[in-house]
């Protein structure tokens, strides 16, 4: 696959005219091009699949007994993470288990990487650019400060929507999504990464 040139879609990210707008596009820059974090955690899942699935997993080998699809497995970790938050409030109420749902979501993670090691396969700098980008425009989102003057009610508001959008980019049809393959990636990893941050999760926390 060609190597495609990321700063379009995060320039795009940013399609306001705002005063901070170039600051903001230049701290995204320059995260990616400094930070390579998260290329072990994608190292790391290309060999998990290789053992789970087959090792030429990315040429479409499948030793298991049922389609391998990503996006599929992704769904079902997002509703027991659900599931864990209790928000069922027409229902008995329970514990709420936050540890587990921030587990589920990590699960997500794996799952969203796999799909982004099908997508550029030959293409590391690219993946780990995504993956850091993604991390920075979250940062500049939602940050901790923000965090912090939330109610535990504000939060669950913040998660609802975010879990709502998080589905709607993980289960959107091919036909649907943007031509820009990367932009596609970029705004489900913020995404994802929005939600890590409702729970103040650190980078080093998803990564280890």
């Not at 749902?101 to 993670?109: F, G, K, R, Y």
Request: glycine share 4%; charged share 30%.
């Amino acid at each position: 696959m060609e190597k495609l040139d990321i700063t379009d879609p995060i320039e795009a990210l940013f399609n306001d005219d705002s005063d901070n707008r170039d600051f903001r596009i230049n701290v995204v820059k320059k995260a990616f091009a400094e930070d390579n974090s998260f290329t072990k955690c994608i190292e790391l899942q290309d060999t998990v699949n290789a053992k789970k699935i087959g090792s030429g997993w990315l040429e479409g080998e499948n030793n298991t007994n049922w389609p391998t699809d990503f996006s599929i497995a992704s769904i079902a970790e997002i509703g027991e993470c659900l599931e864990s938050s209790s928000y069922a409030w027409w229902k008995k109420e329970k514990t709420k288990d936050t540890e587990n749902m921030i587990t589920e979501l990590i699960d997500v993670l794996h799952f969203e990487i796999s799909k982004l090691l099908q997508g550029f396969p030959k293409d590391p700098e690219l993946r780990n650019a995504i993956m850091v980008s993604s991390w920075a425009t979250s940062d500049i989102i939602i940050g901790k400060e923000e965090m912090d003057g939330l109610s535990d009610y504000d939060k669950q508001v913040m998660f609802n929507q975010l879990i709502k959008k998080l589905i709607f980019f993980i289960s959107m049809p091919e036909e649907f999504k943007p031509d820009n393959t990367i932009e596609s990636f970029v705004a489900l990893f913020v995404t994802l990464f929005d939600l890590f941050r409702v729970f103040d999760v650190s980078k080093e926390d998803i990564i280890k």
